[in-house]
């Protein structure tokens, strides 16, 4: 039996992905950004983000974000490093992410606390992405419960076509709304903890030399010094977990759109450049 390689991406908004396509041209040269446009076929996605979702598993591409903008998200950087250290080589990345969402609410997972629902998922809303953007409070767990479901319904996709599924690595970009809270700062690494005991117990027989990959946030956000410190100490107390120091990398937030910067989320060109280092932490064991 063939193994499919699994790549899960979650998190927040910079995990969904807000950086402009158009911005790309001021940073990359044509080639490349045309192989980002035309995609990776060995390298499909299947995902949940915000308010748009696949069919599925789709190659790997711009516009696996939103419905609105011609966006791209962390799975284009992931995606081409991959394909460069293991070229032609099949992997499946699970997308399940979401604007402004917290560790500490939505992604709530069930031995973290008592609040946690298992029956809280996205359409106990109408429209799960406008009641995002307006502030509107979920029932906890609902990220975690997309989550579960969508690797759930992704892994038995794989197993009817003959794979045998295994997991690879977690990249997790997320903590930024976290990082607006004391008391979700502060419960921070016992919800992350929670998290990565749930989805290591909930799908144990799948993984196999598993990666949890962590990014640290910019320096917008409140808090944003103790939060990252919370995040390196859990990864440097664990072998297999990794922290991502992103202010270190250099990434930006305030450089685009042009006329008006979107300082919560990376540019362009970081974006990219976080995704690739997403992906050199990846190894096919």
Same mark, same amino acid.
């Given at each position: 039996?063939?193994?499919?390689?699994?790549?899960?991406? /979650?998190?927040?908004?910079?995990?969904?992905?807000? /950086?402009?396509?158009?911005?790309?041209?001021?940073?990359?040269?044509?080639?490349?950004?045309?192989k980002?446009?035309?995609g990776?076929?060995?390298?499909?996605?299947?995902?949940y983000?915000?308010?748009?979702?696949?069919?599925?598993?789709?190659?790997?591409?711009? +516009?696996?974000?939103?419905?609105?903008?011609?966006?791209?998200?962390?799975?284009?950087?992931?995606a081409e490093?991959?394909?460069?250290k293991?070229?032609?080589?099949?992997?499946?990345?699970? *997308?399940?992410?979401?604007?402004?969402?917290?560790?500490? +609410?939505?992604?709530?997972?069930?031995? /973290? @606390?008592?609040?946690?629902? $298992?029956?809280?998922?996205? @359409?106990? =809303?109408?429209?799960?992405?406008? /009641?995002?953007?307006?502030?509107e409070?979920?029932?906890?767990?609902?990220?975690?419960n997309?989550?579960?479901?969508?690797l759930?319904e992704?892994?038995?996709?794989?197993?009817?076509?003959?794979?045998?599924?295994?997991?690879?690595?977690?990249?997790?970009?997320?903590?930024?709304?976290?990082?607006?809270?004391?008391?979700?700062?502060?419960?921070?690494?016992d919800n992350?903890?929670?998290?990565?005991?749930?989805?290591?117990?909930?799908?144990?027989?799948?993984?196999?030399?598993?990666?949890?990959?962590?990014?640290?946030?910019? *320096?917008?956000?409140?808090?944003?010094?103790?939060?990252?410190?919370? =995040?390196?100490?859990?990864?440097?107390?664990? $072998?297999?977990?990794?922290?991502? @120091?992103?202010?270190?990398?250099?990434l930006?937030?305030? +450089?685009?759109?042009?006329?008006?910067? @979107?300082?919560?989320?990376?540019?362009?060109?970081?974006?990219?450049?976080?995704?690739?280092?997403?992906?050199?932490?990846?190894?096919?064991?």
């Amino acid at each position: 039996m063939k193994k499919a390689d699994i790549v899960i991406l /979650a998190g927040q908004s910079n995990a969904v992905g807000c /950086a402009y396509v158009e911005y790309l041209s001021k940073h990359f040269p044509p080639e490349r950004i045309r192989k980002w446009r035309d995609g990776y076929e060995n390298i499909k996605i299947n995902y949940y983000s915000h308010d748009k979702k696949s069919k599925g598993f789709e190659k790997t591409t711009f +516009n696996c974000t939103v419905l609105t903008d011609d966006t791209f998200g962390l799975e284009v950087g992931i995606a081409e490093t991959l394909d460069k250290k293991y070229p032609g080589q099949e992997f499946f990345i699970v *997308k399940c992410a979401f604007g402004g969402v917290t560790l500490y +609410n939505d992604f709530i997972s069930p031995s /973290a @606390d008592k609040k946690y629902d $298992p029956d809280s998922f996205a @359409d106990q =809303k109408e429209d799960a992405a406008a /009641a995002l953007m307006a502030g509107e409070s979920f029932r906890p767990g609902w990220c975690y419960n997309e989550l579960v479901k969508l690797l759930s319904e992704s892994i038995k996709t794989l197993e009817d076509k003959g794979y045998a599924p295994s997991i690879k690595a977690l990249c997790w970009m997320q903590g930024e709304s976290d990082a607006n809270s004391e008391e979700a700062t502060v419960a921070y690494a016992d919800n992350y903890d929670a998290f990565l005991y749930d989805l290591k117990t909930r799908f144990a027989e799948y993984i196999d030399g598993c990666v949890f990959i962590d990014a640290g946030i910019s *320096k917008v956000w409140e808090r944003y010094e103790r939060m990252n410190e919370i =995040k390196r100490k859990y990864a440097e107390k664990r $072998p297999d977990c990794v922290f991502l @120091d992103t202010i270190g990398a250099g990434l930006t937030t305030t +450089n685009e759109p042009y006329d008006e910067p @979107d300082i919560g989320h990376y540019d362009s060109d970081s974006l990219i450049k976080l995704g690739n280092m997403f992906g050199e932490r990846i190894d096919n064991i």
